[in-house]
């Protein structure tokens, strides 16, 4: 075969590799075109699922940043063994805001056999993403409750004005004082941590926004807040409000003594019981770099600490903090 053959022959395989890619996108826009207010369909589900009952487990995951193949074989089963009857994402579930990313995610997520609702983050507004979160997962700030909780979800991505959002909050805050329970989540932390630096905007609320939260949250004693922010798990009471940042839930994890890991919240009539599951082991970072940059670059175009919480005063038990109903 001469080389103007060989030229030929490489061009034509090219190009039908190059119709293939596109087709097969084309096939899955049109296919999964119509997947809109997510978050609206999967809390109709968790509240079907969950009516009358005072008794029930939920899993509380940030960061998976698109890394769908970690998910499924270290957070998914972790959610499936605690027996997770829904799950909550703190945001920075895609790489970025590209609408591959969302359409990665939204066909990893199909595989979990429980609702999920999803919130809003840093990474899910990033390259003009704000209006596809809104199209497919719906509005930035929510709530929704159960028969003894209240869950409050927050936008600290900058979408939307933290003044518009207290005044809001305090409204929720005192529509939730019938609640036993009351459950707030954001992506941005409220604190800074060690190690991190603090005037980073990617992990950290500005600190004049966390302590207006915090007030709050400790003046309606907000049993919990949940937050993705830093890329480690963090846990610490202040003025009654347990405050969690939730870990890596999958993507490249630099640090290698941290691993994937989720909160399991256990909901129970007198009390609640927040554990940090980790998974049992982490994968090669070749592997790891291999799982995550081969998905998200085709469309860039356990156990561990727990704590029992109630809703009232606070008091040391047997190495755990309980807050008595």
Known sequence: MNRKKRLTLCLILTL?????LVGYRVYLFVREADYQALNAEN??????????RT???FAVVGNIRNSMRIFERRIAPLMK??????????GNAVYDGAEGKYRLLYRGLKKLDIPYVLSVGHNEVEDFGAEKFYRHFGPYFFSFHLENAY????DSSGQTSWKWQMRWLRQELTAAKQSPYRFVFLNHAVFSLLGFDPDETHYVLDVKVSRKLRQLFSRYRVTAVFSAGYPTYHERLEQGVRYIVSGGGGGLLFDRREPYQIVNVAVRPDQAVFENVEAAERLGTLREKLLVGALVGLWSGGSG????VGSGRAALVGGRTKLDA
Do not use: C, P, T
């Not at 039908?16 to 293939?20: H, I, K």
């Not at 869950?151 to 927050?154: E, Q, R, S, T």
């Not at 600490?305 to 029992?308: A, D, P, T």
């Open 55 to 57: 008794g029930y487990r």
């Open 16 to 20: 039908v590799l190059m119709a293939v």
């Open 81 to 90: 063994a605690n027996g997770a009857d829904f799950m909550i994402s703190l």
């Open 43 to 52: 809390i109709e589900r968790i509240e079907s699922r969950l009516h009358g």
């Open 151 to 154: 869950f409050i979800v927050l």
């Open 305 to 308: 600490r727990g704590s029992l």
